[in-house]
């Protein structure tokens, strides 16, 4: 049995919006709704969700939901210090699909709670997913969203690993497009850092025995975010991990689940204690090769290569992890994905993390086995430095996208 319709927003299907204020709704195409020159910050925008038609063939129907309407009034954060902790902002996007595996009639919502039945998936088996991508304001006053197809196909690789439906590529990004447009004012200003933005897929239908859960929820919430590491753009400083693991093979490691990131906090915790900023995994079965940090893939550089694990279903294949490969072959830089044992961090010229929320983060120093090795006089090295603007540049507008991994929103 179908849910029924499937939303279809991309650009060649109608939708009905009002985008300036005072005009009267009319059919327009979800590309030129995002393009219209009224989504521009400090103007208000009027979508009427209730009449946005979702179509399935030539069957069209309107989405019932509360309308939204952007607020322009201005934020009273601290723009120069928001960390990385939540903000609640306006909205939030909420789709659902039952075991049939078909999303539909996603909308936004005022941000809030999330009623859950007890006996959820998610709460009691761990069925459940997150992504992260970030939303950059330019200078101009739009707003840049950075690869976001790439989050969508890594959401649909880890459902399938955790026996949930997904949303579509084309769903997703809709999805994320719509939920930043109507948290525009959330987007920090040009250089003070990103709006964060957070996809979830959880099992949220009722299961008591073990199996997958009859009912699914995508939503996305967002956060402007500052740096993520109290450090700011300062080098971090790790401690290798020798005795708990983040992952085995033929394990989840390498999908974003939720159960990944649970089961890091106790050796972060101790880590934390002790000083460090965060954690480096060994792989579990040599306790030799390099896996990842909590939150973020590891490079390590010598001379003119970079070496950096491999992918092999027991780390997460990062996206900013892929765009710095591109990045650094592009700058002429030799890049090996690949088993690097733990002792090249001993005569490595340079370390650094990258992973959404951390950016491309310097590493200061590694502790292994009561031995501490510091890089770069502690300072940002070079390599990492050259790298971190490269990136940084593209995903805020501020260098031509050549790769074409950006989407502007308006
Ligand atoms: C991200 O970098 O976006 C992540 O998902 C890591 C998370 C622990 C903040």
Known sequence: MECGFS?????????????CPGASPRTRTWTSFLASPCLKTGSQIHLPHSSLKICNGAACKA???????????????????????????????VMKCSSDGIFTNGELKKFGPVELNPSAGV?????????????????????????????????IDGASRMCMPAPT?????????????????????????????????????AVLGLAPAPEYTFLIFVSPVGNYFKEGLAPINLIVED??????????????TIGNYASVLKAQKIAKEKG?????????????????VSSCNIFVVKGNVISTPEIKGTILPGITRKSI???????????????????ELLDADEVFCTGTAVVVSPVGSITYLGKRVEYGNRGVGVVSQQLYSAL???????????????????
């Open 392 to 410: 940084t540049s593209l995903q805020m507008g501020l260098a031509e996208d050549h790769m074409g991994w950006t989407v502007q929103l308006n």
């Open 325 to 343: 490969i591109d990045v650094a072959r592009s700058q002429g830089f030799q890049v090996e994905e690949r088993a690097v044992p733990v002792e």
């Open 7 to 19: 939303p279809q927003l991309h650009s060649n299907r109608p939708i009905l919006a009002r985008t």
């Open 63 to 93: 989405v019932t939901s509360a309308p939204f309407v952007e607020t322009t009034e201005a934020t009273e954060l601290d723009w120069d210090n928001i960390g990385f902790g939540l903000v609640p902002t306006d909205y939030m996007y």
């Open 169 to 205: 590529v084309e769903q997703f990004v809709d999805a994320v497009k719509m939920t930043v447009v109507a948290n525009n004012r959330w987007v920090p200003p040009t250089g003070k850092g990103s709006l964060y933005v957070r996809p979830l897929l959880m099992g949220s239908g």
């Open 123 to 155: 709460l009691n088996y761990g069925q459940g997913l997150f992504e992260g991508l970030k939303a950059y304001r330019k200078e101009d006053g739009s707003i840049l969203l950075f690869r976001p197809e790439e989050n969508a196909k890594r959401m």
């Open 243 to 256: 005795e708990y693991h983040r992952a085995t093979p033929g394990g989840t490691g390498g999908v974003k």
């Open 276 to 292: 460090y900023s965060d954690v480096l995994y060994l792989d579990a079965v040599h306790n030799k090769y390099l896996e990842e």
